[in-house]
């Protein structure tokens, strides 16, 4: 069972955004397998690596986008996700301290919850106007 599953709800009305959230959720779902297969320490350092790589590029990519509607609240956007960058960045640094299991829970813990929240609350603020811009 998916420890997140996506659903139509969660579009932001831009399919490219949300094929990236939906990447982005494969990428907390493999994950999720991984600990109750007992391999969470074994898989979390490549998992980290993907993503924050496949975070940074997605952030940036729907900044711009935003960028392009002139959305207004893009300072807050942004900030929103140089502090979820900031926190992938503590859970890698605990894996390669050896705190796998510690970083793979907590990354499971507040990270989906808040990526879950973000979707469906501050992404979902710029829905109409990409719609208005034809994105």
């Known amino acids: 069972m998916a420890l997140i599953d996506w659903t139509d709800s969660m579009s932001v009305g831009v399919q490219l955004m949300d094929d ?3 990447k982005l959720f494969d ?3 493999r994950l999720h397998e991984a600990m109750k297969a007992g391999r969470g320490d074994v898989v979390i350092g490549n998992i980290m690596v993907e993503l924050l790589e496949y975070t ?3 952030f940036g990519e729907e900044e711009q986008m935003l960028q392009r509607i002139g959305y207004t ?3 807050m956007h942004k900030g ?6 900031s926190d992938l960045e503590g859970y890698d640094a605990d894996v390669k301290k050896g705190m796998a299991v510690f ?3 907590q990354l499971l813990n507040s990270s989906v919850a808040w990526f879950r929240d973000h979707v469906m609350t501050i992404d979902k603020g710029y829905t109409e106007l990409a ?3 034809g994105v």
């Open 20 to 22: 990236h959230h939906k």
């Open 27 to 29: 990428m907390f779902n």
């Open 56 to 58: 940074r590029y997605h």
């Open 73 to 75: 609240q893009m300072e």
């Open 80 to 85: 929103l996700h140089r502090k979820f960058i």
């Open 103 to 105: 970083a793979a829970t």
């Open 131 to 133: 719609k208005q811009h």
